[in-house]
């Protein structure tokens, strides 16, 4: 009897832990902002520096945009969007580039998101953690793209002058 309560009591502790970790593993924490081409700015387009064969381009939404011309930390609900496209490719499999000098975008892969919600993150390894920004990755059609959005954390974690944005000098 006091066996079987051990393993229950046990149980139940295991569950809460896993359930304590969930917010900041789950794939889908942050919703998929549907509305983004018709609410959002798009506030940069460029060849992505991350990697060679890629174009980004860069929407946020008004709270985000405000606080950031105004030089404020972008407060709770201010959401950025990433749409990663693929390079057009060569036959040699190299991106084309065109007589601008620049890449051509070909199929749209990813839609990166960042969103910032008071709080987010504070049960992360310090390393992981973005000051309430969390990450979410979703295929065009809206469903995750099943990213491991812990590396997402761990690159722009570092970005502590910047309010773990790279780009935030583009939104003033
Ligand atoms: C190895 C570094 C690295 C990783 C990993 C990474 N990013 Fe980024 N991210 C960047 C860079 C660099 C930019 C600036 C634009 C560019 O050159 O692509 C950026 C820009 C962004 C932006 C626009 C806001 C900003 O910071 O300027 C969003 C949103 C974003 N990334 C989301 C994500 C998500 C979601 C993931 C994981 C699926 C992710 N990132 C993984 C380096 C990274």
Redesign the pocket.
Known sequence: MKALRVMFLTAVVLAISANAQAPASAQDATAFPADYKTKFTNYLS?D???NNDQI?R?FANDKALAAAKAGEKLPDGSV???EIYKARLDKDGKPVVSTLGRKIRDKLAVI???ERRDGFGKDLPQELQNDGWD???FKPDGSSAG?D?N??R???APLTDTQH????QHMK
């Open positions: 460029l992505r520096t991350q980004i860069l950025i969007v990433g990166a998101v960042m990450f979410a990755a990213k959005l590396q997402c761990a690159c722009h944005l790279f780009s935030l």
